[in-house]
């Protein structure tokens, strides 16, 4: 079982959709959760941090964290064509490494 | 654009070769990591140095090799290059690379490195 799980997609949804994007995580010690967006032949940049459990709110982004079942979701509001690009969670304990989703493909059709 | 810089954008190489690829990191960052994205691996670390020191190993093989130099800048070194090498490598920087989340790592846009 990988460290960290993600349903790579594609997902394909109309513009102004509600999206959700989930992984799952294997490790009880992650502490800290990112979600990065990379474009097409672009370096991933990251949108949003938590650390602990709940929502955190940036924009149309909100971030949710449940570690009670090792879950955590992206929620993009009112997507856009420019919100297409494929998502990667990413989580790490406190001083090591980050940890990677293998990222999910998301297209916002006009 | 992030201000870490990588070049060359694209290598096309044969199998048994060998590269390297070079980072700059932003300015004022001290710490470079080296990520390889593969279709069917994801976004995998391979090392991370900083301030010219060695910090941390992730899954990086025997063939490969790194520095960071005085000014900063990093080299990742590919030597017996396979087939499977093939992928994109990204280096990120951040400014402490002391692991803690607030120490955000910038990527640059990587190198697209394929193994004829």
Not at chain 1, 59 to 72: C, L, N
Not at chain 2, 53 to 69: H, T
Request: glycine letters at 8%; proline letters at 5%.
């Amino acid at each position: 079982q990988k460290e960290v799980e993600q349903d790579p997609g594609p997902l394909s949804v109309p513009e102004g959709a509600i999206v959700s994007l989930n992984c799952t995580y294997s490790n009880s010690a992650f502490q800290y959760f990112m979600w990065y967006r990379q474009y097409s032949r672009k370096g991933p940049e990251l949108l949003m941090y938590t650390y602990s459990s709940g929502n955190k709110e940036d924009g149309r982004f909100t971030a949710q964290v449940d570690k009670s079942s090792k879950y955590i979701s992206l929620f993009i509001r009112d997507s856009q064509p420019s919100d297409s690009a494929t998502y990667l969670c990413a989580m790490k304990t406190s001083y090591d490494k980050v940890i990677f989703g293998p990222g999910t493909s998301l297209s916002v059709i006009p | 654009d992030s201000g870490v810089t990588q070049t060359p954008k694209h290598l096309i190489t044969a199998t048994g070769q060998r590269v390297t690829l070079r980072c700059s990191p932003r300015s004022g960052d001290l710490s470079v990591y080296w990520y390889q994205q593969s279709l069917d691996q994801g976004l995998q670390f391979l090392i991370q140095y900083y301030n010219g020191e060695e910090r941390a190993k992730g899954n990086i093989l025997e063939r490969f090799s790194a520095q960071q130099f005085p000014d900063l800048h990093s080299e990742l070194n590919l030597s017996s290059l396979e087939l499977g090498d093939s992928a994109l490598y990204f280096c990120a920087s951040s400014f402490r690379g002391s692991g803690a989340y607030t120490d955000t790592q910038y990527f640059g846009p990587g190198t697209r490195l394929t193994v004829l």
